[in-house]
């Protein structure tokens, strides 16, 4: 047997070297926590950036932390060993960002989003401590290739989609800012769920992220928040003779803290993200247990760990779902009392939230932090009603993530009455108070008021999570300009009326850390060479970009460095799906989550109707530029239409790449399980972005922010952010088809027939013939069917209204792509010229329209 502590790499007991060493390891460690230590109070000191010491720590976390020597450990202890060590190099720096915001007392952004779309942590963390390759050296030396580590990782996949991963690109923002925010969020057991594909239809696995352990997150066990659900209300007078109400609960769980560091981009600034994880209380069940039924016991506390077991997989069509109210309301319960409980100090009054402290709500999973607030401050802290909604009004802002109205949250008033039956009476009171305010402004307008009302009566008595709030917020901003002329116009239009000063927009972005410097080495190494490395924190900079567009030279490299961008995604798809792409090709993209409103189906039809001309003799194959088509999307398992539609993309993938009729000119790749990991890989090899949903349906898109900034060339409609990326880069360097959202509204009000341009456009009817026929899904008929039949009797997003103008965009595409170096020019424009789409950009937006933080602490 062999004797473990025997093979360890470092001296077995590392800590006994010489006191001043020790005392040095603590110092730079941040380790130094007592208070009385001399070192406590003062700046807490950097480890030495050196290969050396990375060495060391290295082999200690993995000696000392996974138990393991270097000849016996795995891939996951070493990537385990890795994470830790460079998570204790931002360590120090987190304390002390800590320490500087507890002395300052200015306000902080409370960002509540029940979504973050993390992506991978690890490359991440060493761009910001600039560690990369003292990381990579260090590793060599024990004969670790850092590459075969980061694949290890799993990323966290706590979002959906676009909302998620914009809460994950603006915490980075915050921190690149030095502005002082806490991200508040859920730590689910299981993120948004594995897709694969048996035989060409989607199968959700559950993503157990955290079962090889997640080396980031802190917990802390200890600092448990109680939350209460169900029960009912009483009346009581106080000491004092006043009118108060007793929340008597029905049943109560834990929240526990989990810390995630989110550091800033090089400059010592490491903000927070707090996730809750639910776990039963004892009180809780010690009640079962006394009646004797152990076992039930137990289960219930299943029940109440279940809060925050698994995120629920609906992107912008929420299900009303019992338990995603309690998980809204357990984590925003959690974060206010978190706030004022452990961030503040033990004498804080709670007048002076406004001062400390704005709420900004991530859509409307949150908006229950409203009467939360409400009970906390009436309830709790005894203030009148009148001044408790004064504050409340001031804490809180809230940004509008859509325009589908289906995607408006409401919750039944019996389901809000029986889970918290306090909160259905303060949104009761606040509604009256809230009414008064419409009728004084709107006399005799009683079906203003009825459209108004926080309460909806259709199909049932529920509240209306948009307009709760709209009522409390400070602002309300949509996420394009157009997205929030909408909002403005047409879904908020009566409260934009009352309050115009309350609506305003801030267009969404996206980071440049993530989404060029990491995810495009080449580019960005081509980028630094020519106008230095500013822009990594600054991406404006890049419009001195712009006069090399005309330089022959500098446009060669941006070909070379798009050229080995597909060399790179050619080996990640062959290794990752076993796919093979063809080389040489215009590399078409179209990868965000499968939905009718975003129009995968269109895409469909247009390599449908190239395939069928090129088969039926009417295109001749040489006149066609070589294409590959590549999707990546999930649906929402509930989702039938979705799901069909990723059926018949798969089935047409493996006709058309099999058919020798078409080798050579089309080709389609539909990776499953499109994450962030993904389009970090597939996104700088693109040359075509796909942004063709229907105008006045996409809020903004930030899928298009990260092709352009990655020099692909966009065809899209008019429509969320791709109004103002075409107005940035220019129409020469965009292509644009379809109608816009007035035409779309016009044709709507006309009353629209799908079918009349499937009798009169021949393309298109052959195409749908094709589908229909059963040639993609081995003659089965039925297969097609409900696809086909939705397009040609609902088609409620109007692909066909938009087909031929999308296929007259693309046949300009592809006279565009037969000019090399005019095609350059316009993907260099696109880069050079897409600076705004920054988050940082969004950030400075906020704090000046909404927060008015201070920013560089
Ligand atoms: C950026 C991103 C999205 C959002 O894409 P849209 O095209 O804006 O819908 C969705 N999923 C992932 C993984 C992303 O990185």
Same mark, same amino acid.
């Given at each position: 047997m062999t004797d473990t502590a025997q093979e360890l790499d470092l001296p077995q007991v590392a800590t006994q070297t010489t006191p001043g060493e020790g005392h040095a390891y603590l110092h730079e460690r941040g380790a130094s926590l007592e208070p009385s230590h001399p070192l406590a109070r003062g700046p807490v000191a950097s480890p030495p950036h050196s290969v050396d010491a990375f060495v060391k720590e290295f082999l200690r976390e993995l000696n000392y932390?996974?138990? *393991?020597p270097l000849s016996r450990s795995s891939l996951n202890d070493q990537y385990l060993a890795l994470a830790r060590t460079v998570r204790g190099y931002l360590t120090a720096r987190w304390l002390e960002t800590a320490r500087k915001r507890r002395s300052h007392t200015e306000r902080a952004v409370g960002?509540?989003?029940?979504?973050?779309?993390?992506?991978?942590q690890l490359d991440n963390a060493l761009l910001a401590t600039d560690l990369t390759q003292i990381a990579e050296d260090a590793l060599h030396a024990c004969g670790i290739e850092l590459d075969a580590l980061r694949q290890v990782e799993v990323e966290p996949?706590?979002?959906?989609g676009g909302l998620g991963r914009l809460a994950a690109c603006f915490i980075d923002s915050m921190a690149t800012m030095g502005a002082p925010c806490i991200g508040y969020g859920l730590r689910y057991e299981y993120g948004i769920f594995k897709q694969t594909f048996v035989d060409g239809r989607q199968i959700e696995i559950p993503d157990n992220w955290l079962s090889m352990g997640d080396p980031w997150e802190i917990a802390h066990p200890e600092m448990e928040v109680p939350v209460h659900f169900g029960g009912h209300t009483e009346r009581y007078v106080d000491e004092a003779g006043r009118d108060r109400v007793k929340w008597i609960h029905g049943w109560d769980v834990l929240g526990i803290r989990y810390n995630y560091m989110v550091p800033g981009y090089q400059n010592g600034v490491v903000n927070t993200l707090r996730l809750w994880r639910a776990r039963a209380t004892r009180a809780f069940d010690l009640d079962i247990f006394n009646a004797g039924d152990y076992a039930q016991a137990v289960r219930s506390q299943t029940f109440a760990e279940?809060?925050?077991? *698994?995120?629920?997989?609906e992107d912008s069509t929420p299900q009303g779902k019992e338990l995603r109210l309690q998980q809204q309301y357990f984590f925003v319960a959690c974060s206010l009392y978190d706030f004022i409980?452990?961030?503040?100090?033990? #004498?804080? #009054? *709670?007048?002076d939230l406004p001062e400390r402290i704005i709420f900004q709500l991530n859509d409307t999973h949150p908006v229950i932090a409203i009467p939360e607030l409400m009970r906390l401050l009436v309830d709790d802290y005894g203030l009148e009603w009148e001044d408790a909604w004064g504050i409340t009004r001031q804490c809180f802002a809230y940004t509008c993530h859509t325009l589908l109205p289906e995607a408006l949250e409401v919750w039944p008033v019996s389901l809000m009455e029986r889970l918290l039956p306090r909160h259905m009476e303060i949104i009761y009171r606040i509604n009256e108070g809230f009414l008064d305010e419409v009728r004084e402004a709107y006399p005799g307008d009683e079906l203003r008021v009825r459209r108004m009302s926080i309460i909806g009566d259709h199909p049932e008595r529920s509240v209306r999570m948009a307009h709760l709030a709209t009522v409390a917020s400070v602002k309300v901003n949509g996420v394009a300009e157009l997205h929030s002329q909408l909002l403005r116009d047409k879904v908020l239009n009566d409260f934009a009326e009352l309050w115009p000063d309350k609506f305003t927009n801030v267009t969404n972005g996206v980071t440049p850390r993530r989404f060029v410097r990491q995810a495009n080495p080449y580019l960005s190494k081509l980028i630094t060479d020519t106008i230095g490395v500013g822009w990594v924190a600054n991406l404006d900079r890049l419009e001195e970009l712009e006069v090399y567009a005309e330089d022959e030279d500098f446009r060669e490299k941006f070909r070379a460095v798009k050229a080995a961008n597909k060399e790179r995604i050619t080996r990640v798809l062959q290794r990752r799906d076993g796919i093979a792409l063809p080389e040489g090709h215009l590399l078409d993209v179209m990868v965000k989550r499968l939905h009718e409103y975003k129009r995968q189906s269109l895409k469909l039809l247009h390599i449908v109707t190239l395939y069928d001309g090129i088969i039926s003799g009417r295109l001749d194959p040489a006149s066609v530029t070589p294409r590959t088509v590549v999707f990546g999307a999930k649906a929402a398992p509930g989702y039938r239409m979705a799901k069909e539609t990723i059926y018949l993309i798969n089935s047409a993938a493996t006709v058309i790449n099999a058919d020798p009729r078409v080798e050579g000119r089309l080709f389609m790749a539909f990776p499953a399980n499109y994450n962030v990991t993904l389009a970090e890989r597939l996104i700088p090899a693109a040359d075509l972005s796909e942004q063709i949903s229907l105008a006045g349906k996409e809020a903004s898109g930030t899928g298009n922010m990260k092709f352009a900034l990655n020099g692909a060339l966009t065809i899209g409609t008019d429509d969320g952010a791709n109004v103002e990326i075409r107005r940035l880069v220019g129409d020469d360097n965009f292509f644009l088809f379809g109608m816009d959202e007035p035409q779309v509204a016009e044709l709507q009000a006309r009353g629209y027939r799908p079918a009349d341009y499937y009798e009169t456009n021949e393309n298109l009817r052959s195409a749908i013939n094709l589908i229909a026929s059963g040639h993609f899904t081995g003659g089965d008929r039925d297969a097609a069917g409900l696809f086909v039949g939705d397009l040609l009797s609902n088609d409620a997003f109007l692909a066909l209204a938009d087909y031929q103008s999308y296929m007259d965009a693309q046949a300009r595409v592809e006279a565009y792509y037969a000019d090399q170096e005019a095609w350059t020019k316009s993907a260099i424009l696109n880069v050079a010229r897409s600076?705004?789409?920054?988050s940082d950009r969004s950030m400075r937006d906020y704090i000046d329209r909404i927060w008015h933080v201070k920013t560089g602490v």
């Open positions: 932390g996974q138990g *393991v960002y509540l989003s029940a979504e973050y779309l993390l992506g991978r996949g706590l979002g959906n279940n809060i925050s077991k *698994v995120l629920y997989p409980k452990h961030t503040q100090p033990t #004498d804080f #009054d *709670v007048r600076g705004y789409f920054s």
